[in-house]
């Protein structure tokens, strides 16, 4: 995966997958607050992007995983991500919802699982991991073993890596925070004053 990362990172500036807003920051899923976001949905309207992005999932999973039964997407901003690497990889995939469904079934996760099945989660970011957690332990009480989930990108954050840890979780991501800040600095996508996201971040 060498230069992948910033390679990845080049394709969501191109995108425009990354939004600054300094003045008016962005609120995170974990409440949390940022004058930084990335929109990674934004790159299923490129072709290009989005198929780059599917084949650097699957060699990551190939790379770090054995092969898994299935495909688990995150929803929702990881249902078209984790769909997309599901179809490449010919594998079954589902969804998990952030809380079960309040009409109908009341799923929480869409599609057909079985309990043993082996599943490589897909996320589109992680910053906390709180919600991305979320959907691997209601895998595993459906009966799931999850071998761990792939991300298109992180920002880095410590509390994240902790509670991955907690929760025996292998992460690994496509690019993170500190390489697309130095991908953004040298193409002048940003200034040096708008980089202080981890800082704002916890106010």
């Known amino acids: ?6 390679h990845i990172a080049g394709l969501l500036l191109r995108s425009k997958a990354v939004i600054l807003e300094p ?5 995170w899923a974990s409440g949390w607050q940022s004058p930084i976001y990335c929109d990674n949905r ?20 190939s790379e770090h995983f054995e092969i898994p039964d299935l495909i688990a997407g995150v929803a929702t901003g990881a249902i078209a991500q984790g769909a997309l690497v599901a179809d490449i990889m010919d594998l079954p995939f589902v969804y ?6 309040g009409h109908g079934r ?15 989660v ?7 991991g709180g919600s991305s957690l979320k959907a691997v332990e209601a895998l ?17 954050f410590e509390l994240a890596a902790e509670n ?23 193409t002048a996508y940003i200034q040096k004053d708008q980089v202080e996201i981890k800082e704002h971040a916890r106010s």
């Open 106 to 120: 009341q799923n929480l996760i869409e599609g057909r699982l079985k309990a043993g099945q082996k599943v490589v």
């Open 140 to 156: 595993r009480e459906a009966g799931a073993e999850v071998l761990g989930m792939v991300a298109i990108f992180s920002y880095g």
């Open 42 to 61: 934004i790159t299923l309207s490129y072709p290009d992007i989005r198929n780059f992005i599917k084949e650097a999932f699957r060699t990551s999973i």
């Open 164 to 186: 991955f840890r907690k929760a025996g979780v292998e992460l690994h991501t496509l690019t993170s925070y500190h390489i697309l800040i130095e991908t953004a600095l040298s």
């Open 1 to 6: 995966m060498a230069e992948i990362d910033r």
């Open 96 to 101: 998990v919802r952030p809380s079960a469904k």
């Open 122 to 128: 897909v996320e589109d970011l992680i910053s906390t």
């Open 23 to 27: 003045a008016n920051p962005f609120t």
